[in-house]
């Protein structure tokens, strides 16, 4: 038996030690698989007017038949931001916007993402372009921001509140608010590309991209 006990000492050592050295690192097993970043911006800007906006041209036209809520200020809703932080109500969003509502599971929206992104790369402080991802999961959203180089700011809209808010319901949705907070046209015709948000922008915003 003693001679057994001489035996099993050295192993016993062995797998302690192993088991010491895989805990070793000093942090919880929970912190050894770092959350990826997020590819979204942060949404405190959002509060805050673009450098080089200006008040929204007069007398723009507006669609009748997608109007929404034209003329009305956005809804008094707050939603929280992908990155965390202070949640935002849209109430305080700073003028002009664009505002794209989109999910992951949805085609259209997929499509249209770049277009929005180089939208937001061209914006140079005239306006602000801010994503509404909603009905939709966090890791789909995280993994359509990573595959499409999305930026910018992403707020989350778990249900649909915005777009009940706005009495619309369709995917993907773009809004356009102008300086003063209002909105001045809604977009529900399907995949935006450069030069149908080019065209928006300028005929509601006032501003040339």
């Known amino acids: 038996m003693r001679r057994l006990a001489y035996l099993l000492v050295p192993l016993l050592l062995a797998a302690a030690g192993c088991t010491a050295i895989a805990e070793e690192p000093g942090r919880p097993a929970s912190a050894t698989r770092a959350e990826r970043p997020s590819p979204f911006a942060d949404c405190a800007p959002l509060t805050v007017a ?16 997608l109007a929404g809520k034209a003329g009305e200020q956005l809804p008094d809703l707050t939603l929280n931001c992908f990155t965390g932080g202070t949640p935002v109500n849209l109430r305080d969003v700073k003028g002009p916007a664009v505002i794209n509502v989109w999910a992951s599971w949805c085609p259209p929206c997929r499509k249209e993402l770049p277009a929005f992104q180089r939208l ?3 914006a140079d402080g005239r306006f602000q372009v801010i994503g509404v991802n909603s009905r939709d999961s966090r890791g789909g959203a995280q993994s359509i921001g990573e595959d499409f180089g999305v930026d910018f700011p992403m707020l989350l809209d778990q249900g649909d509140a915005f777009q009940r808010a706005l009495e619309r319901n369709a995917f ?9 907070g209002r909105i001045r046209h809604t977009d ?22």
């Open 50 to 65: 673009p450098a080089a906006a200006s008040p929204t041209s007069p007398g723009k036209a507006v669609s009748p038949t």
């Open 120 to 122: 937001s790369d061209r």
């Open 172 to 180: 993907p949705l773009t809004v356009l608010v102008d300086a003063d």
């Open 188 to 209: 529900a015709t399907g995949a935006l590309d450069d030069a149908r948000l080019a065209a928006l922008v300028e005929r509601h915003l006032g501003v040339r991209v």
